[in-house]
């Protein structure tokens, strides 16, 4: 289905007078408010294909009905996203979960939707029906060439996949790791790694980036060979100037301070890509902003600074969210996640930044506190939705997706048994 304008502008009508109340006082308080608004309505985030279906857990997985059974339809749904937030133009692959049999005719689709791919994603940590070799103990990392080879070729494949499609990176997690102390010699896999993503990286076009995910454990428990961004670091210096670091949200031991993390990299000028989510324990893969918000607008207040200071020409990170919806509507679960990345961008643009670092300087905590405290209890409610109505969006996403009964339409179009690949 596509949601039309004329539906978006029938769920606005009755939020319009209030907004532009809202809106007027607003602008009485914020002296930057037409900067914040126009930085937000620019942003996109990409949307992960294989989020667009019921997620689930190793003890089970509850469908929904109306899920996309295709990439077609994870690109329908992806539209339906990007047309009530104005903030979702760009759609992330994982392959072989998303493989497209004719690129040219999804390319075409994407490009009817207003839709681009951003990074493609690989998969060495599963085996496939077709598979010769087994990643049980590695992909990347293998102590068998003939394994490492195979994994190579799919990441390949992928980056392949991905110029035909018009996208512009490849994005590598590795599973690797061990288990049980002895399992594995350390410095054999890291080196084993580095061989293979070389190979890989010999692949890539002059217009495309590598970004090395890392992750502390999951799902092997004693070691992970790309087990934190100081090894994705090192890795990707070693490969060349078009690999960088992935920040992951939910791939970092408990009250690690990521927002120091990002400071370092863009410091650096090493901060490729970033995948947005939430957790309590680990990598619970939660809808974004709902455990850690603080957290969250104090790595944009990093964000923000860091590309206005950016000496060392960091580019702009890819952007995706990565959570797994087990309960809720996903799509829904995504539209509450894109307005909570928003919501941490617009409170972090809010941040007097002199103000900031004059009280830094003069080592005054007290003022430096109440300035990012004040920015972060900011309400940016009105400055997302004047963002989207800029972009001929919903003022409010998930009210109007209820009210024109998406779900329920998708039922009707796809049944209530359709399953979506992937997870």
């Not at 590795?174 to 890989?200: C, H, M, V, Y």
């Not at 996640?337 to 928003?342: H, K, L, M, N, Y």
């Not at 004059?358 to 209890?377: G, K, P, S, Y």
């Amino acid at each position: 289905m596509r949601i039309s304008k004329e539906q978006i502008k029938e769920s606005n009508n009755g939020l319009l007078e209030t907004h532009k109340e809202d809106l007027a006082q607003l602008c009485k308080k914020h002296k930057n408010l037409e900067q914040v608004i126009d930085v937000i309505a620019k942003y996109n985030i990409a949307i992960p294909s294989w989020a667009l279906g019921a997620g689930g857990t190793r003890f089970g997985r509850f469908g929904f009905g109306g899920e996309p059974g295709n990439l077609e339809q994870k690109l329908d749904d992806v539209a339906i996203i990007n047309d009530l937030t104005g903030s979702a133009n760009a759609v992330s692959l994982h392959i072989p979960w998303d493989i497209s049999e004719d690129a040219s005719v999804i390319k075409a689709k994407a490009d009817l939707l207003g839709l681009n791919f951003d990074a493609m994603n690989s998969n060495t940590f599963q085996d496939q029906k077709e598979q010769e070799y087994s990643y049980k103990f590695g992909s990347l990392c293998h102590t068998d060439k003939t394994v490492r080879d195979q994994a190579v070729a799919h990441n390949i494949e992928v980056i392949d996949q991905g110029i035909a499609l018009g996208s512009k990176s490849l994005t590598v997690w590795l599973a690797d790791g061990s288990n049980f102390p002895g399992q594995l010699n350390f410095r054999r896999a890291f080196e084993n790694t580095l061989s293979s993503l070389k190979e890989i990286y010999d692949h890539l076009p002059d217009d495309w980036k590598m970004f090395i995910e890392y992750k502390p454990y999951e799902p092997n428990f004693y070691s992970m060979v790309i087990q934190d961004w100081g090894t994705s670091h090192m890795l990707a210096k070693d490969l060349g100037g078009k690999a960088y670091t992935l920040v992951d949200l939910g791939h970092h031991l408990p009250n690690t301070n990521i927002e120091q993390i990002v400071s370092t990299l863009i410091t650096r000028g090493m901060l490729g890509g970033f995948h947005f989510n939430d957790s309590k324990y680990g990598d619970d893969d939660l809808s974004v902003g709902v455990i850690k918000p603080y957290q969250l607008f104090l790595i944009f207040n990093e964000l923000v600074y860091g590309f206005e200071n950016n000496k060392a020409n960091n580019p702009v990170p890819a952007w995706m969210i990565d959570a797994s919806h087990n309960l809720k509507d996903p799509l829904e679960d995504l539209i509450q996640s894109v307005d909570a990345i928003e919501t941490a961008y617009a409170k972090a643009l809010l941040i007097d930044q002199k103000a900031l670092e004059e009280a830094q300087l003069a080592n005054d905590v007290v003022a430096a506190q109440r300035i990012l405290q004040d920015a972060f209890q900011s309400d940016v409610k009105t400055i997302l939705a004047e963002a989207r109505l800029r972009n001929a969006a919903a003022i409010d996403p998930v009210q109007a997706y209820r009210k024109m009964d998406v779900r329920n339409e998708l039922i009707k179009e796809r049944g209530m048994h359709n399953a979506a690949t992937g997870l």
